[in-house]
Nanobody, 124 residues
Framework: QVQLVESGGGLVQAGGSLRLSCAASGRTLSTYVMGWFRQAPGKEREFVAAVSWSGNRLYYGESVKGRFTISRDNAKNTVHLQMHSLKPEDTAVYSC?????????????????WGQGTQVTVSS
């Protein structure tokens, strides 16, 4: 069992930056693919970014490419999402997920464990 806790959300003006963190307990994250997803009110959960076990394969949703960076620190059992040039449309609850398989996937059904999420609000 893996427990995930997100932090770092908040209110920021458009053009600003935030760094989200996902801390894991229960098991080491080093054998899990990790992903970030987000869900805005009234919308489906959307893939944001994912990172392979080793951290050398990175995947991003089209809407965040070039602005967001996912990274992981297996020694500290954490995953981060650095967000720059934030837009009002980035407003959502951001959640991290852990996938036990070896393949990086962008569909939320692939992820076995989820945190409760952290709210990101971008004002215009």
């Amino acid at each position: 069992q893996v427990q995930l806790v997100e932090s770092g959300g908040g209110l920021v003006q458009a053009g600003g930056s935030l760094r989200l963190s996902c801390a894991a307990s229960g098991r080491t994250l080093s054998t899990y693919v990790m992903g970030w997803f987000r869900q805005a009110p009234g919308k489906e959960r959307e893939f944001v970014a994912a990172v392979s076990w080793s951290g050398n394969r990175l995947y991003y949703g089209e809407s965040v490419k070039g602005r967001f960076t996912i990274s992981r620190d297996n020694a500290k059992n954490t995953v981060h999402l650095q967000m720059h040039s934030l837009k009002p449309e980035d407003t959502a609850v951001y959640s991290c997920g852990a996938d036990r398989t070896a393949f990086v996937r962008t569909d939320q059904e692939a992820y076995d464990y989820w945190g409760q999420g952290t709210q990101v609000t971008v004002s215009s």
